[in-house]
């Protein structure tokens, strides 16, 4: 299997601009989840969704932040307008999901740079 | 309180040193204890598993979790400089969409 595939690897933008972060899961997967990683909060998680439902927004910072999965196969992550403290490392993660509760093994992908200038 | 403590670190000692790492945590419904290893611009990947208390071997890595005392360790025998990662400890009550991160901390293994 391909593994957690995301993109942009790298995004430089200015202040203001719209940014989309692209995800998509391991097939079968049916939990996804979109974390934020800086060296001052470390890994913080943004949102997650089941079987293409959002479960939980409540660590999305702002309204700024929005997040979709249309399909099992594809979700994003929408910030506009973007600033500069919204630089991070942003990950996009599956879970298998076991009937009667997963063990909580999350499959990451390689992330996406953010840098808002 | 963090739900999670973590030394950030950085930590760094010689190659063939044996390291500790470790972390704490308030929760006493976690079941789940995890160790995932993240090289520099990577994303983390699952490195050791445990389910409630004991010990855990694979190769030269062993996690150890003490629930009396809300502490959970992860050692690494004749280290090789290709342990240098930032290691993070995550616990679960259970279930991916509750697990918690410790802030991880920063490995380099000097040749």
């Known amino acids: 299997d391909a593994g957690v595939i995301q993109s942009p690897r790298h995004e430089v933008t200015e202040m203001g601009q719209e940014v989309t972060l692209r995800c998509k899961p391991i097939?079968?997967?049916?939990?996804l989840f979109w974390y934020r990683q800086t060296m001052m909060r470390g890994l913080e998680l943004l949102i997650y969704?089941?079987?293409?439902?959002?479960?939980?927004d409540s660590g999305m910072p702002e309204d700024r932040f929005s997040a979709k999965m249309p399909n099992a196969s594809f979700s994003t992550l929408k910030i506009q307008p973007s600033e500069p403290r919204d630089s991070a490392v942003y990950f996009c993660?599956?879970?298998?999901?076991?009937?009667?509760?997963?063990?909580?093994?999350?499959?990451f992908g390689e992330g996406s740079r953010l840098t808002v200038l | 309180q963090k739900e999670v403590e973590q030394d950030p670190g950085p930590l760094s000692v010689p190659e063939g040193a044996i390291v500790s790492l470790n972390c704490t945590y308030s929760?006493?419904?976690?079941?789940?204890f995890m160790w995932y290893r993240q090289y520099s611009r990577k994303g983390p990947e699952l490195l050791m598993y445990?389910?409630?208390?004991g010990n855990k071997e694979d190769g030269r890595f062993t996690a150890q979790v003490d629930k009396s005392s809300k502490y959970i360790s992860l050692f690494i025998r004749d280290s090789q400089p290709s342990d240098s990662a930032t290691y993070l400890c995550?616990?679960?009550?259970?279930?991916?969409?509750?697990?918690?991160f410790g802030q991880g901390t920063r490995l380099t293994i000097n040749p």
């Open positions: 445990t389910y409630s208390s």
């Open positions: 097939s079968g997967h049916n939990s």
């Open positions: 995550a616990m679960s009550a259970g279930g991916a969409q509750k697990l918690v």
């Open positions: 993660a599956s879970s298998p999901g076991k009937a009667g509760g997963d063990t909580g093994e999350l499959f």
């Open positions: 969704f089941n079987n293409n439902v959002p479960i939980d």
């Open positions: 929760n006493s419904a976690f079941q789940y």
